[in-house]
Structures are given as C-alpha cells and as structure tokens.
C-alpha cells in the first residue's frame, strides 16, 4: 500500500500538504496557484506516480479568468512549476488515467466550460462539450477513461 498522502488548500494561502508515511510527519510546499481570496486557490491535486503530480484550481468566482491556475511538480510536490498549457481558466477537477494502453500519463482537467485531455508527447487536445453543457468533476475508472459529472445531472464519459 502507498504510505504516501497528499491534500491541498486555498483561499489566502494555496499550499500543498504531503506526508510519505501515513501521516506520521508532513511537508508543506507553498505553490504558485492563485490565492489570496475566499474562492481561489487549489481545488484539485493528483498524482501519476510518488513524484509526478498536477495541482488544478483558480477562481471560481471568476471563472474566465486567466492565471496561474495548473501547475506540475517533479519532486513530489515539493516545488510545483506552472503549466505552458493555455488558456489557464479555473479548473475544478484533474485526474491520471492509469490505464491508458501504452501511454500511462494521460491527464484529464476538467474546467466548467471545456476539458482538456493531455496524452504526451502530444499536445492537449481541448475538448468543448456541445449544448452548453458543463463538468466539475471527474473521476478515472480503472480499466481506463474517465467519468465526468456537472450540475443539473450531467453526466459523460470519456474513453
């Protein structure tokens, strides 16, 4: 079993807490996601494998907004660099997709008006769902792709 535990924060302070032995000490890394106010900062964090994780979040009173709102880490979270992905509008969800074929670093982030489905070497593709419709949530299924899910019962899956 992974001994490893991450979790993140936001409004003033947008900060990335991280225990490698199940909570027995922390490391607190400070992160370049915006913050500052009640409705920035980091609102989801995933990793790949123990060094390898995303940070996704922004403001979601401002949705539109540009900024520093993805950021990757190489050293298990203990700097975090921010993404060349644009446009970098708020974020509410990103997660690994696990079992992607041969390609194990399929990312998934998910903002309330298009997702992005980044498999590397490539660039990420961006997704805009039709009819309006939008996410806010997302989680892989094991035998790969992802479910989303939105308000008013949207619900999608990609494979």
Known sequence: MDPNIWF??????????????RGQTWQVSNTPIIQGQDPTGIFSIAFRDQSHGVIAGGDYKHPDQDGPNLAFTTDAGKTWAISPIHPQAYFS??????????????????SPKFIYDDRPP????????????QFNALTPFPEGGALLVGPKGAIAIIP
């Open 8 to 21: 993140a924060t936001g409004g003033t302070t947008a900060r990335v807490f991280h225990s490698p032995d």
């Open 122 to 133: 490539k660039a990420p593709t961006q997704i805009i769902p039709g009819n309006k419709i």
């Open 93 to 110: 969800a990103a997660a690994y997709d696990r079992n992607n074929g041969k390609n194990k670093a399929r990312l998934l982030i998910v």
